[in-house]
């Protein structure tokens, strides 16, 4: 059962054996950031994440404890479920806001039935790169070190699997997509591949992790009901 509402210290003590805690991390935050909070709130030893969310995303972020962490590997099979908001004729080195962002198209007025046209072609089975600025290994090395240092190096394309790609709205230069996707997808990357067959450019301006399998965001419980208070 989700947990929602304010940790207890009952809930603390209920859960010693192991949980399932679906969070809403909000934006601004790293995933450990929210490991950690948890682990201080509940004065738990074993506590992990099934699938890391960036920095600059927000939304469901499933936390496990105690003997639930076994079940990590099977969490991250789950197929997920986004609200991804593109801005099209910009490119940047992350394909989001991390970096700085380069104009290549200021005047994009695309009809949507263009904008379908490419849709359907990053619909099923594709092979994807991973972005530079990720988590992906090279030679032993996360790619985003590598990325930050200036290194060259190159990513081998991946198979993923997208079953829902659907345009929720386009209003000016700015996309916003919902996206059915099997893990391992980079929704980075599908940005800046959806901006390069538009021919205009596109980075990823916003995220929002909406379910991981038959877990929603609006089951979720907020960060701050894991805010640490000094126990009496």
């Known amino acids: 059962m989700p947990l929602t509402g304010t940790v207890t210290r009952k809930t603390t003590m209920a859960n010693e054996g192991g949980s399932i805690l679906p969070v809403n991390k909000p934006k601004g935050v790293t995933s450990f950031e929210v490991v950690r909070a948890v682990r201080h709130a509940l004065r738990l030893k074993k506590v992990g994440h099934a699938g890391t969310l960036d920095p600059l995303a927000e939304g469901l972020l499933i936390i496990l404890t105690g003997n639930k962490t076994k079940l990590m590997s099977d969490f991250l099979k789950l197929d997920k479920e986004y609200l991804a908001t593109l801005r099209l004729g910009v490119t940047s080195k992350s394909h989001d806001l991390e970096t700085e962002l380069v104009t290549r198209d200021s005047d994009v007025d695309l009809p949507i039935e263009r904008i379908n046209e490419v849709l359907v072609k990053f619909t099923g089975t594709i092979e994807q790169v991973p972005p530079e600025f990720s988590a992906a290994w090279v030679g032993g090395k996360r790619a985003y070190s590598l990325a930050r240092r200036g290194v060259e190096f190159e990513l081998k394309p991946k198979k993923v699997t997208i ?44 995220l929002v992790r909406t379910r991981i399998g038959s877990y929603s965001v609006e089951e979720a419980a907020k960060l701050n009901d894991f805010t640490v208070r000094d126990a009496a």
């Open 163 to 206: 079953t829902e790609l659907v345009c929720e709205s386009l209003e000016a230069e700015r996309l916003k997509l919902r996206v059915v996707c099997t893990s391992g997808t980079y929704i980075r990357s599908l940005a800046r591949d959806i901006g390069e067959e538009l021919g205009c450019g596109a980075v990823l301006e916003d």
